[in-house]
């Protein structure tokens, strides 16, 4: 393995063995659809790129933290303005929670605008004695059991490109409108916000930022510009190669290679191998990017892919996202923790408390509690201040719906209530109030 960038191109992953991919029946339809792709105006800039470069240089140094949440995979039929906002103010209350009460500035990257493939653990799917390739994601085939349905369609690609560019040109006119400013806490209400056993804490929150606003406002006789617009980013899990590929571009006056498909790809935890294709396509690309860190790893592996992914050992390119879950963290995460330390590698440490915590009720649906959720949180703080340095981050699957996904929290969902309105086709996410309690729960953590 070298860590050599220039024998990088953005198709060299191409020459390494690429878990995770769909088999597409018609190779050139595939490339043709990639060579349009390619051809196609980027989602985003590298200004931007690089400014939450150096946002999360600050997550190293202690200065901000990082909230990244949304879908475990967003669907075609979401792309709705009433789906894309309810996500956004959730994204913005919570974060609202963590400075005026844990203190920190935040960074808010949302799961979003091209969150369209998933990793699956089997190829196909048994159903009456029929089988057929499983569903990756509305990027490569459709939910529904059919052949036809289930044939990786390139076309999809396009379909997605699209999708992600509505989204991302739908928050950005909220955001330039005015939506996110912090004056205005009152855009963000979602309809049921004040029937949730958090309102009254919430609430006064709101209540107290306002005031320091104002005080600061007297006090420099100016209205504090910053808090006018707050920055969004997009992610997604960057799995599908071609789709990367297609948007790796470079920009006049900079030597970099840029994903312009989204601010910050992450590498799951199933496609993470060393001598794999995305190790090598995510070596060469100056985004910042995120890698889960889930089992099985061992700490030389660890620092193996840490050299690989950040030779230069730059602050803020690499956010390591564990994800353990609240039975295993105490006696995974140490070992990773001590061996980063002792070679000194910058990382943005990040919990992602959602895909360690998955379990299966008796009545076959999956879930998540929410106090094994906060468990991990709580633990994953405690063992990285143990080992002298902080937690930056978290990662969240969460929606600003009422959907009954996970159980527990105030709101005292039951296995009872997984019924009632259940709508993840992959993994449960945190509901509105859930999401928002969460961040009370983790804002006590940062302040102790
Ligand atoms: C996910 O984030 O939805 C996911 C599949 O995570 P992981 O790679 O950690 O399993
Ligand atoms: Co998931």
Redesign the pocket.
Known sequence: MTNDTRQWTPDSWQSKPAAQQPSYPDAEALHKTVEKLSKLPPLVTSWEIEKLRSQLADVVRGERFLLQGGD??ESFEDCQSDAITSKLKILLQMSLVLTQSGRKRVIRIGRFAGQYA??RSSETETHNGVTLPVYRGDMINRPGFTKEERRPDPDLLLRAYERAALTINFIRALIDGGFADLHHPEYWELGFVRKSPRAAEYMQMVESLGESLRFMETLTGSTIAEMNRVDFFTSH?GLHLWYEQAQTRKVPRRPYWYNLATHFPWI???TRSLDGAHVEYFRGIRNPIGV?I?QPITPDELVALCRILNPENELGRLTL?H?FGADAVERELPPLVDIVQKHGLAVVWCC?P??GNTEVTSTGVKTRRFERIVRELELSFQILKEHGTHLGGVHF?LTGDQVTECVGGACGLTEADLTRDYRSS??PRLNYEQALEMAMSLARLMRQ
Do not use: L, Q
Request: hydrophobic share 15%.
């Open positions: 475990c995979s998933k990793p899990e799951g935890n199933r889960k889930g996202i994800r992602d959602m895909h699957e992959v993994d």
